[in-house]
């Protein structure tokens, strides 16, 4: 892995809109346990999930409003993380509070800043606009899966495992016999393989009806420092101008719970048939499928990574992508580091 576990000055994807009401969600993040609940103003609280005078977890309290208060004395924290109330003494220390994260909501995702909140730059928020706009129809779901955050990002950006781990749902011909064109922009990673007159792979079939081979196009980009957009491409073989081209999308985040363990919030959103909800929840389950394939592949990885003598990944021609991904993650390692 890179040097040290986690990058804390970045945006992570931390839970799906709908997911936070105003209740108390659990969630942990880079190592930190948190409280997320959404006020009454539909604004979302984030803070550390212990309560800063005995440690333990404000979430097995009670919500009082738009207030917190800890089961074990009945301190209360409002949405900032500040005591408002100590019923044991009348004066708040200063400075006594829980610690509060920036949280941010875009494209149906709620993001949040584990670093400096001083750098918490809204503009740095990606736009997965696939993930909510009116002319797609996604599907979205969380896995947690046993393995560090860059093994799944390697996973994601190096897809030949696709023919072998994936028969039933995203394998075809095609993918082993042709390279990945990869392109830098910035510390944005950019990769595409083009498959001419392929069979069509079951996903392709079941979104639309192919009545021969296809021309199939994967198009892989990584956004530091935790996200790998996959768009999707099909038309019927040898057909230039085809309107549907742009067959779905995968939208890829993964946040690391531990070291060891990654929160994997995925998406598959399409632009046809967007009324099927049959369609929907068909595609969900397949693409559920297939992820918790990578699961088992991922967890027994990190095993054999654990308790390996320290020997290097080896790189071979499929790992492009990942070796320019791998780059740029150190690079925000090495800036961090700088500051």
């Known amino acids: 892995m890179a040097n040290g576990p986690f990058l804390l000055n970045q945006w992570y994807v931390c839970a799906r809109s709908p997911e936070i ?61 500040q005591c408002t109330r100590i019923p044991a003494q009348s004066e708040i220390p200063a400075g006594f509070g829980a610690r509060a994260f920036p949280v941010i909501e875009k494209s149906a995702l709620v993001y949040i800043w584990m670093g400096d909140p001083a750098k918490a730059d809204p503009r740095l928020v990606p736009d997965f606009f696939e993930n909510c706009g009116p002319d797609w129809a996604p599907a979205q779901d969380h896995l947690l899966i046993e393995a560090n955050w860059q093994l799944i990002i390697d996973n994601l950006l190096d897809l030949t495992h696709l023919t072998f781990v994936h028969k039933t749902t995203l394998a075809s011909s095609g993918i082993q016999e042709n390279p990945l064109t990869v392109t830098v922009d910035g510390d944005r ?5 083009e498959m001419l007159n392929v069979e069509p792979a079951p ?14 196009f ?41 070291e060891r363990t990654t929160h994997y919030f995925w998406t598959i959103s399409r632009r046809l048939r967007v009324n099927d909800v049959v369609l929907t929840d068909l595609l969900h389950r397949m693409n559920r499928t297939a992820f918790e394939e990578d699961a088992i592949i991922l967890r027994q ?39």
């Open 21 to 81: 009401k105003h209740a108390r969600l659990t969630r942990m993040i880079c190592g930190v346990p948190l409280l997320l609940f959404r006020r009454r103003d539909g604004e979302i609280t984030a803070i550390d999930d212990r309560c800063p005078h005995r440690k333990y977890p404000l979430s097995q309290g009670h919500l009082h409003g738009d207030e917190i208060e800890c089961a074990y004395h009945g301190i209360r924290f409002g949405k900032n993380g």
């Open 189 to 193: 990673v950019s990769a595409r393989r």
């Open 203 to 216: 996903i392709f079939q079941t979104i639309r009806e192919f009545l021969g081979n296809i021309d199939r």
């Open 218 to 258: 994967q198009n892989l980009t990584f956004i530091p420092p935790n996200h790998v957009h996959i768009r999707l491409e099909a038309r019927p073989a040898g057909k230039l101008d085809d309107p549907d081209l742009v067959h779905h999308v995968v939208l890829n985040h993964l946040t690391p719970e531990t």
């Open 301 to 339: 990885q990190q095993r054999m990574v654990d308790i390996g003598g320290g020997e290097p990944l080896v790189n071979l021609a499929a790992d492009r992508a990942v070796n320019e991904a791998r780059r740029v993650i150190r690079s925000k390692f090495e800036e961090e580091g700088a500051t």
